[in-house]
Nanobody, 126 residues
Framework: QVQLVESGGGLVQAGGSLRLSCAASGRSIRSYAMGWFRQAPGKEREFAAAISYGGAQRSYADPVKGRFTISRDNAKNTVYLQMNSLKSEDTATYYC???????????????????WGQGTQVTVSS
């Protein structure tokens, strides 16, 4: 059984930075694309970023492009989301997800992902 555990969330002032981590267990993430999604209070969960299994391909939602960077360390079975220049509108619960199918790149479609973490809260104060 795959388990994904997010960490690194917290309270930060606008303009600050946070680095989220997603540690996987139960199966190596080496062959799977990974993604980060977020859900703000009262809103639908939305795509934030995705990375291919080898790390060569990355995709970002327009609101985070240029400020967030997704990366992965397959040896540590961990995916990261570096968030810089944070804004109040980035306040949300952030979820890590693993693509259902090996090798294939999963993008913004939530139904492409088979495993999800419990989420970590990010609050940006203005």
């Amino acid at each position: 059984q795959v388990q994904l555990v997010e960490s690194g969330g917290g309270l930060v002032q606008a303009g600050g930075s946070l680095r989220l981590s997603c540690a996987a267990s139960g199966r190596s993430i080496r062959s799977y694309a990974m993604g980060w999604f977020r859900q703000a209070p009262g809103k639908e969960r939305e795509f934030a970023a995705a990375i291919s299994y080898g790390g060569a391909q990355r995709s970002y939602a327009d609101p985070v492009k240029g400020r967030f960077t997704i990366s992965r360390d397959n040896a540590k079975n961990t995916v990261y989301l570096q968030m810089n220049s944070l804004k109040s509108e980035d306040t949300a619960t952030y979820y890590c997800a693993q693509c259902q199918d090996a090798v294939r790149f999963c993008g913004l479609g939530q139904d492409e992902y088979g495993y999800w973490g419990q989420g970590t809260q990010v609050t940006v104060s203005s």
